[in-house]
Protein backbone atom coordinates (compact mmCIF):
# COMPACT_ATOMS: atom_id res chain seq x y z
CA UNK A 1 0.00 0.00 0.00
CA UNK A 2 3.01 2.16 0.44
CA UNK A 3 4.46 1.52 -2.71
CA UNK A 4 1.11 2.55 -4.38
CA UNK A 5 0.96 6.26 -2.79
CA UNK A 6 4.69 6.68 -3.75
CA UNK A 7 3.84 6.01 -6.97
CA UNK A 8 1.12 8.12 -7.21
CA UNK A 9 2.80 10.96 -5.85
CA UNK A 10 5.85 10.51 -8.52
CA UNK A 11 2.79 10.52 -11.37
CA UNK A 12 0.79 13.80 -9.65
CA UNK A 13 4.03 15.84 -8.80
CA UNK A 14 4.57 18.19 -11.02
CA UNK A 15 1.14 18.07 -12.89
CA UNK A 16 1.08 21.27 -14.63
CA UNK A 17 4.72 20.65 -16.18
CA UNK A 18 4.06 17.20 -17.31
CA UNK A 19 0.71 18.43 -18.99
CA UNK A 20 2.28 21.49 -20.53
CA UNK A 21 4.68 19.07 -21.75
CA UNK A 22 2.35 16.65 -22.94
CA UNK A 23 0.57 19.80 -25.14
CA UNK A 24 3.75 21.04 -26.92
CA UNK A 25 4.12 17.80 -27.87
CA UNK A 26 0.51 17.09 -29.13
CA UNK A 27 0.97 20.74 -30.62
CA UNK A 28 4.61 20.07 -32.72
CA UNK A 29 3.36 16.51 -34.04
CA UNK A 30 0.37 18.19 -35.36
CA UNK A 31 2.04 21.11 -37.29
CA UNK A 32 4.58 18.44 -38.89
CA UNK A 33 1.92 16.53 -39.70
CA UNK A 34 -0.22 19.37 -41.74
CA UNK A 35 3.71 20.50 -42.78
CA UNK A 36 4.13 16.89 -44.26
CA UNK A 37 0.42 16.87 -45.45
CA UNK A 38 0.67 20.27 -47.45
CA UNK A 39 4.18 19.24 -49.05
CA UNK A 40 2.78 15.94 -50.48
CA UNK A 41 -0.23 17.91 -51.89
CA UNK A 42 2.46 20.88 -53.78
CA UNK A 43 4.45 17.64 -55.22
CA UNK A 44 1.11 16.48 -56.75
CA UNK A 45 -0.04 19.46 -58.13
CA UNK A 46 3.80 20.18 -59.73
CA UNK A 47 3.33 16.91 -61.03
CA UNK A 48 0.07 17.68 -63.02
CA UNK A 49 -2.91 15.74 -63.83
CA UNK A 50 -2.98 12.21 -64.81
CA UNK A 51 -4.12 10.93 -68.44
CA UNK A 52 -4.79 8.23 -70.48
CA UNK A 53 -3.46 7.44 -73.96
CA UNK A 54 -3.90 5.05 -76.48
CA UNK A 55 -1.58 3.67 -79.23
CA UNK A 56 -2.93 1.85 -81.84
CA UNK A 57 -1.00 -0.56 -84.61
CA UNK A 58 2.18 -0.46 -82.25
CA UNK A 59 4.38 -3.46 -84.10
CA UNK A 60 5.36 -6.60 -82.40
CA UNK A 61 8.54 -7.69 -82.09
CA UNK A 62 9.50 -11.37 -82.82
CA UNK A 63 11.99 -12.67 -80.86
CA UNK A 64 13.33 -16.29 -81.74
CA UNK A 65 16.96 -18.02 -80.31
CA UNK A 66 19.49 -17.82 -82.41
CA UNK A 67 19.37 -21.13 -84.13
CA UNK A 68 15.98 -21.12 -85.22
CA UNK A 69 15.97 -20.75 -89.21
CA UNK A 70 12.06 -20.96 -89.73
CA UNK A 71 9.80 -18.11 -90.64
CA UNK A 72 6.56 -17.55 -88.93
CA UNK A 73 3.78 -15.70 -89.57
CA UNK A 74 1.84 -13.94 -86.83
CA UNK A 75 -1.98 -12.65 -86.52
CA UNK A 76 -2.54 -9.96 -85.91
CA UNK A 77 1.08 -7.59 -86.77
CA UNK A 78 0.12 -5.20 -84.51
CA UNK A 79 -1.43 -4.28 -81.16
CA UNK A 80 -3.37 -1.03 -79.68
CA UNK A 81 -2.38 -0.29 -75.91
CA UNK A 82 -3.63 1.65 -73.63
CA UNK A 83 -1.41 3.59 -70.98
CA UNK A 84 -1.64 5.99 -67.88
CA UNK A 85 0.68 8.93 -66.83
CA UNK A 86 1.07 12.76 -66.55
CA UNK A 87 -0.66 14.20 -69.57
CA UNK A 88 2.25 16.57 -70.09
CA UNK A 89 4.20 13.61 -70.59
CA UNK A 90 1.70 11.45 -72.78
CA UNK A 91 1.43 14.29 -75.08
CA UNK A 92 5.40 13.78 -76.28
CA UNK A 93 4.98 10.04 -76.07
CA UNK A 94 5.00 8.37 -79.06
CA UNK A 95 4.64 4.61 -79.65
CA UNK A 96 8.51 4.40 -80.52
CA UNK A 97 8.86 4.42 -77.27
CA UNK A 98 6.39 1.60 -76.58
CA UNK A 99 7.75 -2.20 -77.53
CA UNK A 100 5.53 -5.24 -77.96
CA UNK A 101 7.64 -8.50 -78.12
CA UNK A 102 6.33 -11.95 -79.09
CA UNK A 103 9.36 -14.33 -77.46
CA UNK A 104 9.01 -17.79 -79.53
CA UNK A 105 12.33 -18.76 -77.93
CA UNK A 106 10.73 -21.38 -75.50
CA UNK A 107 8.67 -22.77 -78.10
CA UNK A 108 9.01 -26.75 -79.39
CA UNK A 109 8.98 -27.32 -82.73
CA UNK A 110 4.67 -26.97 -82.97
CA UNK A 111 3.64 -25.65 -86.32
CA UNK A 112 0.89 -23.53 -84.81
CA UNK A 113 1.07 -21.93 -81.31
CA UNK A 114 -0.14 -19.05 -79.06
CA UNK A 115 1.73 -16.51 -77.67
CA UNK A 116 1.45 -14.13 -74.85
CA UNK A 117 2.62 -10.83 -75.62
CA UNK A 118 5.15 -9.34 -73.56
CA UNK A 119 4.38 -4.81 -73.29
CA UNK A 120 7.57 -2.73 -72.56
CA UNK A 121 6.37 1.00 -71.65
CA UNK A 122 8.70 3.76 -70.23
CA UNK A 123 8.25 3.27 -66.58
CA UNK A 124 7.17 6.72 -66.01
CA UNK A 125 3.95 5.55 -67.70
CA UNK A 126 1.55 2.82 -66.42
CA UNK A 127 0.09 0.01 -68.63
CA UNK A 128 -3.53 -0.37 -68.39
CA UNK A 129 -4.95 -2.65 -71.30
CA UNK A 130 -3.33 -4.34 -74.30
CA UNK A 131 -5.55 -5.67 -76.81
CA UNK A 132 -4.56 -8.16 -77.89
CA UNK A 133 -2.95 -10.21 -75.18
CA UNK A 134 -1.69 -13.05 -77.15
CA UNK A 135 -1.14 -13.98 -80.79
CA UNK A 136 -1.50 -16.48 -83.27
CA UNK A 137 1.50 -17.86 -84.40
CA UNK A 138 2.18 -20.58 -87.95
CA UNK A 139 4.97 -21.77 -89.21
CA UNK A 140 5.54 -20.40 -92.90
CA UNK A 141 6.54 -22.97 -95.15
Not at 35 to 56: C, I, K, M, P
Not at 109 to 124: K, M, S
Amino acid sequence: MASMKIIFAQVFSNLTWKMASLMMAIGLWVVIRVAVVEENEASRADQGLLASREFTEVPIIVQTSSTDTNRYVIEPQTVRIKVEGQAKLLESADASRMRVVADFTHQSGENEFAVTLAVEIPPEFELKHCEPQSIRVEKAD
